[in-house]
């Protein structure tokens, strides 16, 4: 609950905490099983236990939880499943750096001992991760929490991993796959991050047989082939061409001899050679090359792994046995051009595999690991988006999935790790395999009781992809599974649409029979100002949202997350943004503060009834906040969140701050207690109906703010309408007897008139507080500014433009009285004397000394951008150059106007353009002609009195 007495400032560190655990404790995060209503439903895209959060976190927990807010006050049974995941390689590789740095290494503890420190680095981090989490607002239902290692989770993946094993889709064998040598472990393909670098391209002459020995290597028969990685030569099974090369039409067939080891290998045909590259012969190395495997498998080639598994060239590798991979690689080089066998090397484009875990260099090598089969998982998965029982938003993001699930490759789903959910799987000693839903005393084939579980545990996306069920009791029918799956949305990043959000896909749809949501939400990555991306692996200071919360706050971050994002697309954080926000939020106090301030507090609020009675500003911010309701509305059922939340903000700020709330004072100063009133009842419905719209992405300054509103109104409020917290009212719903489309037209008319007269008064500098004379030619005609409107609304202007009313004219036709200054405002013209609001000679004065200096600026630019500068200096520094001298000129043209204005040359368009025109209307010519015109007239303006002046008019 908010304080009793409303303070002059907010204060958010004061807010946020108290307003979470206050709606924490009332329940407001938990939903009802209410069969007569359709759930919404989001579980938590979880985050890795690797360490604290960091922005790209921030954005997800935004994004679900205006959704989840905005559901709520919908009336929805809204659930938010909060938890975090156990990230086998990546936790393990964190803790293991951990003790590291204490000189301990895994091994030295044990399994067992290991686990139990990774448990304790979980209990450190978890809460870690939920105090985070609580402080972005993020309004989960905490009594569900889920951990993917928890026991029901556990239950959940061995349960799954048997069905798929008893109906054939888990197999186990040697195929090849991406190695880590780092951690010692398989890793999925997904797993792998591509990077471009340039590397060299070997040439090595391959012998043809018959097979000499190494000092007669001088035969003049060769097959030179091209590789980026010649230690793998000792792994090579043929050297193959394309069928239709006709180089090598005449080798194929024959036998070459494998430099180093002497081993022949047959030259073979096959349509995956690029005849284009290095020299169109390529080596074959089936045990270390994805395309070399499928090479091989279609020609029945032998498989030979040279490598160990960290990466140390093994007994194959004959000579080089023991070495790392680029020792062996550096020696095998050297053996080479030292045969003569080494034609050339030059520098080559090439793509590097890291994993994406602990930056090694991945190797492919054959191994025995567990896999799921794909393609019969794949298909309904497709089919799914396809036919619409799941949509991807953006659109776009349909076309990509597609492509990759045609293209899917079966899953390794083993890793040599010991965190994580170890493989259901036991061995006996004559070889049997026994998998059970529960821990065998023995051999379910020989039924002998010497039996050993599989070392190894499961990919973490295994167990992440049954999270939106396993989280709500599956396997079991609880309440929970059947009342909230399917969930409504999953909402992450597209970069991990692959990872995680197809796998779910197919596990839903295998598990459950049924999608595991219904929309897929995917948001861009965001990133730092310069454009890296903000990640756990590469830290930087103010990484960590908490913070920028405790600098600005949550609602700030938040605000800034939304209306910077559109779906699908990376954004840069920008704290002048945040900035903004968090004034934002202290704009939404003060008018908060206005309202209440002009309440009477024993008075209830009287209904808005008839509209038509209302006065033109109040018609106007009715008919303004009700087409508000309805665009916001429809961009948050279109996924449309930023352009929605910028639409809010552009109402309570420049509509009811500025405009509103400014025009409600001559009402409420006035002796009309009617008029006082309904100004107070629409001053309490506009602030009201737009916090709701604002909740869900600025939770607390709203909730804060709302409950001062609701305790300051007090008596006569429909409970319904206007329950114990803001976090569960209603959400607003547009009234057609409110959009009022000539109020909208007459008010713009008058904010228009405003706008003119106070941008000229800031172009001329004239005291804020200072009144000065205007006379407005209303015109006449249909769509005109009339004068009975401008009459009506006198007072309005005259406050808003700050206007002396005794020498404030509204007249049909008004002629334009000398030395004024001349606006115009739709059909209105608009006349300001200069003598009432300016001293003409020492304006002219300063303009004249403000056009020198400037157009001193502009020549210095200019000669600069002519010479030697513009070649040398960093592009950047060009560049901001250039703008400078772009706005000099700009600058100089406004200032030109008003040197004619006070002259009484310019006309009124003139005048109007030169306040409302950017600096792309000054072409280069007319730049020129201005530039001399204005040294002349500053120099003009500068020497001649101002009764020369009034001569010369």
Not at 314 to 326: M, T, V
Not at 346 to 351: G, I, R, T, V, Y
Not at 562 to 568: D, I, N, Y
Not at 680 to 694: G, M, P, S
């Given at each position: 609950m908010p304080e009793i007495e409303m303070p002059k400032a907010y204060d958010p560190h004061s807010v946020e905490e108290r307003l979470y655990e206050w709606w924490e404790k009332r329940g407001y995060f938990q939903p009802q099983i209410d069969p007569n209503n359709k759930p919404f439903v989001i579980s938590i895209p979880p985050p890795n236990i690797t360490g604290e959060l960091h922005h790209g976190h921030a954005m997800f927990l935004t994004f679900e939880d205006l959704m989840i807010r905005w559901h709520r006050m919908l009336g929805d049974p809204t659930l938010w499943v909060p938890g975090s995941d156990h990230a086998g390689i990546a936790t393990q590789n964190v803790v293991e750096r951990a003790l590291e740095k204490q000189g301990i290494s895994r091994r030295e503890l044990g399994r067992e001992e290991f686990v139990k420190r990774v448990w304790e680095w979980k209990v450190e981090y978890g809460s870690i991760i939920t105090h985070q989490i609580r402080r972005m607002g993020a309004s989960c239902d905490w009594t569900r929490e889920r951990f993917t290692l928890d026991a029901g989770l556990s239950r959940a993946v061995r349960e799954a991993f048997v069905r798929l094993y008893e109906r054939g889709l888990i197999y186990r064998g040697p195929r090849l796959i991406n190695w880590c040598p780092k951690d010692e472990s398989a890793i999925s393909d997904l797993e792998v991050e591509h990077e471009d670098t340039t590397g060299k391209l070997y040439y090595v002459k391959y012998p043809l047989e018959p097979k000499l020995p190494i000092t007669n290597y001088q035969s003049p028969e060769f097959i030179t082939v091209a590789t980026t990685r010649p230690e793998t030569i000792l792994g090579d099974t043929a050297v193959a061409v394309h069928p239709d090369d006709k180089r090598y039409k005449n080798l194929v067939g024959r036998m070459a001899i494998l430099p180093a080891l002497h081993r022949p290998i047959p030259i073979i045909a096959d349509d995956a050679v690029a005849p284009e590259f290095g020299t169109g012969a390529v080596k074959v190395t089936p045990g270390h090359?994805?395309?070399?495997?499928?090479?091989?498998?279609?020609?029945?080639?032998?498989?030979?792994?040279?490598?160990?598994?960290?990466?140390?060239?093994?007994?194959?590798?004959?000579?080089?046995?023991?070495?790392?991979?680029?020792?062996?690689?550096?020696?095998?080089?050297?053996?080479?051009?030292?045969?003569?066998?080494?034609?050339?090397?030059?520098?080559?484009?090439?793509?590097?595999?890291?994993?994406?875990?602990c930056d090694a260099i991945v190797e492919p090598l054959i191994s025995t690991q567990w896999f799921v089969k794909i393609e019969p998982l794949a298909k309904p998965a497709i089919e799914a988006v396809k036919k619409g029982a799941i949509q991807i938003i953006p659109e776009r993001f349909n076309k990509i999935y597609d492509d990759w699930m045609e293209n899917i490759r079966d899953w390794c789903i083993s890793?040599?790790?010991?965190?994580?959910?170890?493989?259901?799987?036991?061995?006996?000693?004559?070889?049997?395999?026994?998998?059970?839903?529960?821990?065998?005393?023995?051999c379910a084939t020989c039924g002998s009781t010497n039996i050993h579980q599989d070392e190894d545990v499961l990919d973490t996306w295994f167990s992440s992809a049954l999270w939106p069920f396993s989280t709500l009791g599956w396997p079991d029918e609880t309440p929970d599974l059947k009342y909230f799956y399917p969930t409504s949305v999953l909402e992450t990043g597209?970069?991990?649409?692959?990872?995680?959000?197809?796998?779910?896909?197919?596990?839903?749809?295998?598990?459950?029979?049924?999608?595991?949501?219904?929309?897929?939400?995917?948001?861009?990555?965001?990133?730092?100002?310069?454009?890296?991306?903000?990640?756990?692996?590469?830290?930087?200071?103010?990484?960590?949202?908490?913070?920028?919360?405790?600098?600005?706050?949550?609602?700030?971050?938040?605000?800034?997350?939304?209306?910077?994002?559109?779906?699908?697309?990376?954004?840069?954080?920008?704290?002048?943004?945040?900035?903004?926000?968090?004034?934002?939020?202290?704009?939404?106090?003060?008018?908060?503060?206005?309202?209440?301030?002009?309440?009477?507090?024993?008075?209830?609020?009287?209904?808005?009834?008839?509209?038509?009675?209302?006065?033109?500003?109040?018609?106007?911010?009715?008919?303004?906040?009700?087409?508000?309701?309805?665009?916001?509305?429809?961009?948050?059922?279109?996924?449309?969140?930023?352009?929605?939340?910028?639409?809010?903000?552009?109402?309570?700020?420049?509509?009811?701050?500025?405009?509103?709330?400014?025009?409600?004072?001559?009402?409420?100063?006035?002796?009309?207690?009617?008029?006082?009133?309904?100004?107070?009842?629409?001053?309490?419905?506009?602030?009201?109906?737009?916090?709701?719209?604002?909740?869900?992405?600025?939770?607390?300054?709203?909730?804060?703010?709302?409950?001062?509103?609701?305790?300051?109104?007090?008596?006569?409020?429909?409970?319904?309408?206007?329950?114990?917290?803001?976090?569960?009212?209603?959400?607003?719903?547009?009234?057609?007897?409110?959009?009022d489309a000539r109020a909208e037209k007459e008010f713009a008319t008058v904010m228009e008139i405003v706008r003119a007269i106070r941008n000229a008064r800031a172009e001329f500098n004239v005291e804020p507080a200072k009144r000065i004379p205007a006379i407005i030619s209303a015109g006449a005609g249909k769509g005109t500014a009339t004068v009975p409107l401008l009459e009506s609304q006198r007072d309005t202007i005259a406050m808003l433009a700050r206007l002396e009313p005794a020498d404030f004219k509204i007249e049909r036709r008004a002629a334009r009285p000398a030395q004024a200054l001349a606006l115009v405002a739709g059909k209105a013209e608009i006349y300001l004397p200069l003598t009432g609001m300016i001293d003409v000679e020492k304006e002219n004065t300063r303009l004249a000394a403000e056009i020198a200096k400037i157009n001193a600026d502009i020549a210095r630019a200019e000669n600069m951008l002519a010479g030697e500068f513009a070649k040398r200096a960093p592009k950047e520094v060009v560049q901001r150059t250039r703008d400078q001298l772009a706005a000099n000129r700009e600058r100089v043209a406004k200032l030109d106007v008003q040197v004619a204005s006070l002259e009484g040359r310019a006309n009124t368009k003139a005048n109007t353009k030169a306040n409302t025109k950017s600096a792309k209307a000054a072409k280069p010519a007319k730049k020129r002609i201005a530039k001399k015109t204005t040294k002349r007239r500053a120099k003009k303006a500068a020497a001649t009195s101002r009764k020369k002046t009034t001569k010369k008019r």
């Open positions: 090359d994805p395309t070399d495997y499928d090479i091989g498998a279609r020609h029945s080639l032998p498989i030979v792994n040279i490598m160990n598994k960290n990466a140390t060239i093994n007994e194959e590798g004959g000579p080089y046995a023991g070495l790392d991979r680029y020792a062996a690689r550096e020696k095998l080089v050297q053996d080479l051009q030292a045969a003569g066998l080494l034609d050339h090397t030059e520098d080559h484009a090439m793509s590097i595999g890291r994993c994406s875990r890793r040599q790790l010991w965190w994580g959910h170890r493989i259901p799987v036991w061995y006996c000693e004559n070889g049997h395999q026994t998998c059970t839903r529960t821990d065998p005393t023995q597209y970069d991990i649409l692959f990872f995680w959000v197809a796998r779910m896909i197919m596990m839903g749809l295998k598990c459950t029979g049924d999608v595991p949501f219904r929309t897929v939400y995917l948001h861009g990555l965001i990133r730092h100002k310069d454009g890296s991306k903000i990640s756990k692996s590469n830290p930087q200071p103010g990484d960590n949202p908490l913070d920028v919360i405790a600098e600005y706050s949550a609602d700030a971050l938040r605000f800034t997350i939304v209306t910077s994002s559109a779906p699908g697309n990376d954004t840069k954080l920008d704290m002048e943004k945040v900035e903004h926000a968090r004034n934002f939020a202290n704009k939404i106090w003060n008018m908060t503060r206005y309202v209440i301030g002009n309440l009477e507090l024993d008075k209830a609020i009287p209904p808005i009834t008839n509209p038509q009675l209302l006065s033109l500003p109040d018609r106007w911010i009715l008919s303004r906040l009700n087409r508000l309701i309805v665009n916001v509305t429809q961009s948050y059922a279109n996924w449309d969140f930023g352009e929605g939340t910028r639409a809010i903000h552009e109402f309570l700020w420049s509509e009811f701050a500025d405009w509103y709330i400014e025009a409600s004072k001559i009402q409420l100063n006035g002796s009309d207690d009617a008029a006082k009133q309904s100004t107070r009842a629409i001053l309490v419905h506009a602030l009201d109906q737009a916090l709701r719209l604002l909740h869900p992405a600025m939770p607390f300054v709203t909730e804060e703010t709302w409950q001062h509103l609701k305790q300051a109104v007090g008596a006569g409020l429909v409970p319904a309408q206007w329950p114990d917290a803001l976090i569960i009212a209603p959400w607003p719903k547009g009234e057609e007897r409110f959009v």
